[in-house]
């Protein structure tokens, strides 16, 4: 079982900056992907970004959606058991909860993911 919790979330203007951080506790050696997921009141949860932990080439590594490409940036601390979600250029539909995840593989499958936080939310005002 692998536990999660986050930290970073806040209140920002449009186009400013966060950085979400995720620790992982646990028996985490089963689990090489981590992702961030948000999820905005009325719409369903989506995948943000992914990172498979062990993997050399982070161009090969890292997994985002569209919306996100070129602003958000994930990373993964090996030593801390922490990743990080460097945001930037804030929008305000980047508003919503974001939750921290574990996986097993096949990292950028969004499916794969069984083990969460609880959420930290954050709020962009236009």
């Known amino acids: 079982q692998v536990h999660l919790v986050e930290s970073g979330g806040g209140s920002v203007q449009a186009g400013g900056s966060l950085r979400l951080s995720c620790v992982a506790s646990?028996?985490?050696?089963?689990?090489?992907?981590r992702a961030w997921f948000r999820q905005a009141p009325g719409k369903e949860r989506e995948g943000v970004a992914a990172i498979f932990t062990t993997g050399v080439n982070p161009a090969l590594s890292t997994y985002y959606v569209d919306s996100v490409k070129g602003r958000f940036t994930i990373t993964h601390d090996n030593a801390k058991n922490t990743v990080h979600l460097q945001m930037n250029r804030l929008k305000s539909e980047d508003s919503g909860m974001y939750y921290c995840?574990?996986?097993?593989?096949?990292?950028?499958?969004?499916?794969?993911?069984?083990?969460w936080g609880q959420g930290t939310q954050v709020t962009v005002s236009s």
């Open positions: 646990g028996d985490t050696s089963g689990s090489k992907c």
């Open positions: 995840a574990a996986g097993p593989q096949l990292c950028g499958l969004w499916s794969i993911y069984n083990s």
